[in-house]
């Protein structure tokens, strides 16, 4: 077993890495390309960091290309995420354009490795029309989609259809992304890396030394939210669930923590008005943090007793997963795939108001003993069904399943 | 369809041939999107009287291989969609008390779940109706079987082969098999039967296992022991 093999298999058991290493075994040699548009930030990259290398220990012959783009593209392809999250966007006809030149320019530079791949997976809009490019290709094309596409603006999911509806199969991360496509559509929901910054064991005095830079004091009662500030996120009712509690605990602490806000004019104006409803209460702590503060957020998460993530709207919510990991129950919005995390009075409860957290938060605080178990479970959900290792079983068998036969049942000998 | 042992040892005059070694297999299950929702019980019932067949399998068995919470009040979809969407805890638990394990085959389980569903619908005088980000999504799946490359030669080997399975090998050796052997049952009880009357014990145990109402990890753990403990009573007696 291989090194890297063998650290996850410490953390998600050898029976896991053992049927990981025989779904390899037979997919050995092949040749597989990954194609996303950047190499580092966002959750694709990070994931891709870890399943490329544990794909190529696995035996399979795995590559992982950028496309290349100006800020044109990236105009354009921002607008694409954005409308298919379902904001109410336009892409004109001369965005489409410069959209649709740069992924034919990156066709050409990226021709000889496309070529000879037995399978491509293209990751979000950015590349989705490069298959376009090769008419006559062998290998099999699937399109993975990691964004909320639930209810996506419609002008621009039609002129994603377009490209999308020619892959050989497409990947969602819930049932209720999918979409009206004519090839088979896998579900495979993400998942989170354990040996990552983000998520590995602490030393005790890193989390202690994040708690004074801070001005936290780990000793009194926390809770914590870690999320941009975006509205969907409702930081401004995570502080109205705290002002709840506080009568109750007045000791108790909120951390709301958030990426930079500085490119992202609307994310600045809610981060200056979760300031300005903080403002006063030394108890109350807005941090904006660097993108690549992820041992930061990962103290704080740890040093936390109970972690918020009181959305209006979400994805997925990899930050409950995150926060599961570390043994934490999570009081979470009754929306997305949160639902598919935070099982009431087991690891965590849902709520849809300040009220219903604040009345959870006081509750788990009384109860001690619940709020241990709830936290173990939690980490334990977490390493059954939401590791990387998850992940690339999913990715593993969704290859077996598209280069063999297909029915609903293959038998490999 | 391959067999994890030779089906039936028994000779046509009745003696018993010499078992064969048990392989031991594996297997992964990855969902599929159908593209059919479902937003209150009609059109729950329409979509069953169309979807695939092996839709069926994903509901009912699916949730074990699949990321999701082990612990749940029922323990096939339709049940928990019916409480938790539709909020009629009569038929959920109607619709809960339905063991697959007890159908030849998936036809029959579809059409036990349309009467159950149908009988309701008679008593209803109104439909509820789930919110439209809740709605029930018919999935499919794929399950792909590999060899492990281990072979159990004799059932002293047992115990220690199930505590180093996967998942997918217990899911394949027990739920699947109840599929996929004539007779039903698991793959270990048929391994058993090979050997004549001396391992009856530990079938007769391996019986009394339900399969419906558990995790698989919990499953193997259950199975290893109770396979260690009968085999250790085999060798005193």
Redesign the interface.
Same mark, same amino acid.
């Given at each position: 077993m291989g090194s890297m093999l063998e650290r996850y298999a410490s953390i998600a058991g050898t029976d896991v890495i053992h049927h990981l290493m025989h779904l390899g075994n037979l997919l050995q040699g092949m040749k597989i390309v990954h194609v996303n548009s950047t190499r580092e930030g966002g959750g694709v990259a990070e994931i891709l960091h870890t399943l490329v290398p544990l794909m190529q220990e696995l035996g399979l012959e795995t590559s992982w290309e950028v496309i290349e783009g100006n800020e044109s593209f990236f105009t354009a392809t921002k607008s694409m995420h954005n409308g298919l999250q379902g904001k109410p966007v336009e892409l004109t006809a001369e965005q489409q354009q410069a959209f649709e030149k740069v992924v034919a320019d990156n066709a050409e530079r990226l021709r000889n490795k496309l070529s000879s791949a037995d399978v491509v997976f293209i990751h979000d809009p950015q590349p989705a029309p490069l298959i376009q490019m090769f008419p006559s290709r062998s290998a099999k094309w699937i399109w993975r989609c990691h964004i909320d596409s639930s209810r996506p603006h419609r002008p621009i999911w039609r002129y994603l259809h377009r490209f999308v509806n020619t892959y050989d199969a497409s990947i969602f991360s819930l049932p209720g992304f999918a979409q009206r496509l004519d090839h088979p559509q896998y579900l495979i929901p993400p998942s989170i890396d354990p040996l990552a910054d983000k998520n590995i064991e602490l030393p005790r005095d890193e989390i202690e030394q994040v708690a004074q830079t801070f001005g936290i004091d780990p000793e009194q009662p926390l809770i914590v939210q870690i999320s941009r500030f975006d509205r969907f996120k409702d930081p401004v009712g995570v502080i109205e669930s705290y002002r709840l509690v506080k009568r109750f605990i007045p000791p108790l602490q909120v951390v709301l923590a958030g990426g930079s806000a500085t490119d992202d004019p609307e994310g600045k104006a809610i981060l200056d008005e979760v300031r300005e409803i903080a403002c006063g209460d030394e108890q109350i702590h807005v941090l904006e943090l660097p993108p690549d503060a992820h041992r930061t957020i990962n103290a704080l998460q740890r040093m936390a007793h109970i972690v918020l993530q009181k959305s209006l709207r979400e994805g997925f919510g990899l930050t409950v997963t995150e926060a599961m990991w570390k043994h934490k129950p999570v009081i979470g919005g009754d929306v997305g795939g949160i639902r598919l995390q935070v099982v009431d009075y087991h690891t965590g409860f849902r709520v849809s108001t300040p009220e219903g957290a604040a009345l959870r938060i006081r509750y788990l605080f009384q109860q001690h003993e619940m709020r241990v178990a709830m936290g173990e479970k939690a980490h334990d959900y977490v390493r059954d069904h939401f590791l990387i290792t998850r992940h690339l079983r999913e990715y593993l068998t969704l290859i077996l399943s598209l280069t063999h036969n297909q029915t609903d049942r293959i038998e490999l000998t | 369809?391959?067999m994890p042992y030779m089906p039936s040892q028994i000779a046509s005059h009745g003696s018993i041939l010499k078992p064969q070694p048990f392989i031991v297999r594996?297997c992964?299950?990855?969902?599929?999107?159908t593209?059919r929702r479902a937003q209150n019980l009609k059109e729950l019932r329409n979509h069953l009287l169309e979807v695939k067949a092996?839709s069926l399998y994903t509901h009912f068995w699916g949730y074990m291989l699949q990321? #999701?919470?082990e612990?749940r009040d029922y323990n096939n979809d339709f049940a928990e969609w019916v409480r938790h969407q539709l909020h009629d805890r009569i038929l959920a638990e109607q619709l809960a008390v339905i063991d697959p394990s007890e159908y030849e085959n998936l036809e029959e389980l579809r059409w036990e779940v349309i009467e159950t569903i149908e009988h309701r619908l008679d008593e209803l005088e109104v439909l509820n109706w789930s919110p439209p980000?809740r709605?029930f999504?018919f999935?499919?799946?794929?399950?792909?079987?590999?060899?492990?490359?281990r072979v159990l030669q004799h059932p002293s080997e047992l115990p220690d082969a199930i505590s180093?399975?996967?998942? #997918?090998s217990i899911f394949y050796h027990v739920i699947d098999a109840a599929r996929r052997l004539p007779e039903g049952g698991d793959d270990f009880k048929a391994w058993l039967q090979q050997w004549g009357q001396q391992y009856q014990h530990v079938q007769s145990r391996l019986e009394q296992v339900d399969p419906y109402f558990t995790s698989l990890?919990h499953l193997r753990h259950s199975l290893e022991i109770i396979i260690r403990h009968a085999l250790t009573l085999n060798g005193r007696s």
């Open positions: - | 369809m391959n594996d992964a299950l990855i969902a599929l999107a593209g092996e990321p #999701g919470f612990e980000d709605q999504h999935l499919y799946s794929k399950l792909v079987i590999f060899h492990t490359n180093d399975m996967s998942s #997918g990890t």
